[in-house]
């Protein structure tokens, strides 16, 4: 977990989508649209990042985000109220001017005149405080799976859930923390947590410490979660096997 002082807290965000054996092609499909979506939802939520890596392996979607905030930033905004001969009388505010005030959440005496070209209005000064960083990501996550397209998907259980395979686990972390999760339509419930699950043929599972510990501790147990990482190793077992075949034709 990285980090400053006061209220510049940051951290990385990982998100895993375990399933059962994915197509060949799906990840291929779903991570732009995944990295795509993140990056827009993020911003609209006021939340900056440094940088946004998506990767996948046949039985999972990734995506980490690093030196994401821990809250909001706050929005502080301008906001036009009722002609101000609407909202005041004698100097005292009506109505219009209690129920504007009332809206905007702050108190009638902190309104504003200002001339306009339609002439004099109201202005309220309104702050929106900006809500820590795990309560935004557990509602833009579940949002982020259902919109995920690719051919031939499918329904499972009795769930209502759609994907390409049936989704089994799910790993939210900012930093150290789980970022709570539910997908109820899943059958059965599928709920965040730290728990990945290493290669098909060990089943291992595998506890995830921190977002940052990600690739390693599933190294730990044989997945290679980096695509260009992995698709190297794999060219170069196979001209290491080309090379014990030529080898061999020579005996």
């Known amino acids: 977990m990285g980090g400053c002082c006061g209220l510049n807290l940051v951290s990385t965000f990982l998100l895993e989508i375990g399933t059962e054996e994915l197509p060949a092609d799906f990840a291929r499909l779903a991570l732009p649209q995944l990295d795509s979506l993140v990056r827009r939802d993020l911003a609209a939520s006021r939340l900056s990042f440094a940088a946004i890596d998506c990767t996948s392996t046949p039985r999972r979607l990734a995506i980490t985000v690093t030196e994401l905030p821990l809250a909001q930033s706050d929005l502080s905004e301008d906001r036009k109220g ?38 004099p209005f109201v202005f309220a000064r309104c702050l929106e405080k ?12 579940p949002l982020w799976i ?21 989704i089994r686990w799910l790993v939210a972390l900012l930093g150290a923390n ?7 339509e899943s059958d059965p419930e599928v709920v965040s947590g730290n728990t990945s699950r290493g290669h098909r043929l060990v089943g291992d599972t595998v506890t995830i410490p921190s977002a940052d510990d990600y690739a390693p501790a599933l190294a730990a ?10 698709q190297a ?10 090379a014990i075949a030529s080898l061999r034709s020579d005996l």
Do not use: Y
């Open 82 to 119: 009722p002609p101000a001969s609407q909202a005041f009388q004698g100097g005292v505010p009506t109505q219009a001017a209690i129920g504007f005030a009332n809206r905007c959440g702050i108190d009638p005496a902190a309104l504003e005149v200002r001339e306009t070209p339609k002439g």
């Open 221 to 230: 147990v044989g997945v290679q979660v980096d695509r260009s990482s992995r």
């Open 130 to 141: 900006g809500r820590p960083t795990t309560q935004v990501l557990a509602e833009l996550i």
């Open 146 to 166: 259902n919109s995920l397209q690719g051919r031939r998907f499918m329904r499972w259980g009795e769930g209502e859930s759609r994907f390409s395979r049936p």
């Open 233 to 242: 190793w794999i060219r170069e077992q196979g001209f290491v096997l080309v």
């Open 178 to 184: 789980v970022v709570p999760v539910t997908l109820s």
